[in-house]
């Protein structure tokens, strides 16, 4: 199982249109093999960042979500949103 984290910064006034695709890219997500959970969270000290936890299976079932056409036509409207580019890492359990 790994985890990947993605950290976004979000403009002042974007936050409903970050929300609403983040929860598109969160459904399209369910729908591959080896997604099974998916958390949103927003920064209670600094609202204008989010982040997001999801769990796959595989690692390669995460590659082949990130670099699938579906996953970056939604990045590329979440991108305009953000003030910077957003951070991303994945991670797997310490043996």
Same mark, same amino acid.
């Given at each position: 199982?790994? %985890?990947?984290? &993605?950290? /976004? /910064?979000? %403009? ?6 970050? %929300? ?5 890219? @969160?459904? !399209?997500?369910? &729908? @591959? ?8 969270? @927003?920064?209670? #000290? #600094? ?12 690692? %390669? +079932?995460?590659? #082949? ?5 579906? /996953? &970056? +036509?939604?990045? @590329?409207?979440? +991108? ?6 957003? !951070? ?6 310490? &043996?």
């Amino acid at each position: 199982m790994v %985890k990947v984290i &993605q950290e /976004r /910064r979000c %403009k002042p006034g974007k936050e409903e249109e970050l %929300k609403k695709l983040l929860e598109e890219l @969160r459904s !399209r997500a369910f &729908q @591959r093999h080896g997604s099974y959970a998916w958390e949103t969270l @927003r920064s209670m #000290d #600094d609202p204008s960042v989010w982040l997001v936890i999801a769990s796959w299976t595989f690692v %390669k +079932e995460w590659t #082949d979500w990130q670099n699938n056409p579906e /996953r &970056q +036509e939604i990045i @590329r409207k979440i +991108e305009p949103l953000l003030t910077e580019p957003a !951070r991303e890492s994945v991670f797997e359990f310490a &043996q």
